[in-house]
C-alpha cells in the first residue's frame, strides 16, 4: 500500500467531492478504496477494469500532485479548427441533406465533408476526421444503411 502512504484519507475525500463524475472521479474512489485497505482486484471488480489499471491510477498518486492525479494529461493535436457557432452550424448543416446546400450528392460522404469544410470554413482535415465529424453530426452517410432513411 505503499503508493499512497503521503496522502491522507482526508486530502482524498477532499478531492472526490470536487470531482463530479468520471473516470478522474473512479480513480479517486480507487485510491480512497486502496487507502481502507482493499485489495487490488477488489477494486478492478468494482471498477470495471484490469488490476494493471488500477494499479497505474495508483501510481498516479505517487508520481503527480494529488490535484492533477486523477486527470488524463493533455493529448497530442490541437483543437477543433471548427469551433463555436461555426461547429453548431456544421452540424446543422450535416443534418439536411446535401442537395439543400447546392451539392449533387442525396447524403453526406466523407470526401463531400472534406470539400464543404475547405470551401465553407477554410479548414481541411483528414478523412479519418471527416468520418469523426460525420458520425458527431449524426448525419447520414452515404453507401450506409442508414442512408436509407
Do not use: C
Not at 3 to 29: A, C, F, M, S, W
Amino acid at each position: 500500500m505503499g503508493r499512497l502512504d503521503h496522502i491522507t484519507l482526508e486530502e482524498l475525500y477532499d478531492l472526490k467531492d470536487q470531482i463530479d463524475e468520471g473516470k478522474p472521479r473512479e480513480r479517486v474512489l480507487a485510491a480512497i478504496g486502496r487507502k481502507q485497505g482493499d485489495q487490488l482486484e477488489t477494486l478492478a471488480d468494482r471498477h470495471g477494469v484490469v488490476e494493471k489499471t488500477i494499479r497505474n491510477w495508483l501510481d498516479r498518486f505517487e508520481e503527480e500532485p494529488i490535484e492533477q492525479a486523477p486527470y488524463d494529461a493533455p493529448r497530442p493535436g490541437g483543437p477543433a479548427k471548427i469551433e463555436g457557432e461555426d461547429r453548431e452550424r456544421l452540424f446543422e448543416q450535416l443534418q439536411q441533406p446535401p442537395t439543400e446546400l447546392g451539392y449533387d450528392q442525396q447524403a453526406w460522404s466523407a470526401k463531400l465533408l472534406l470539400h464543404h469544410a475547405k470551401a465553407e470554413y477554410g479548414v481541411e482535415y483528414h478523412e479519418t476526421y471527416a468520418y469523426d465529424l460525420l458520425e458527431r453530426g449524426r448525419a447520414v452517410l452515404a453507401d450506409s444503411p442508414a442512408s436509407t432513411s
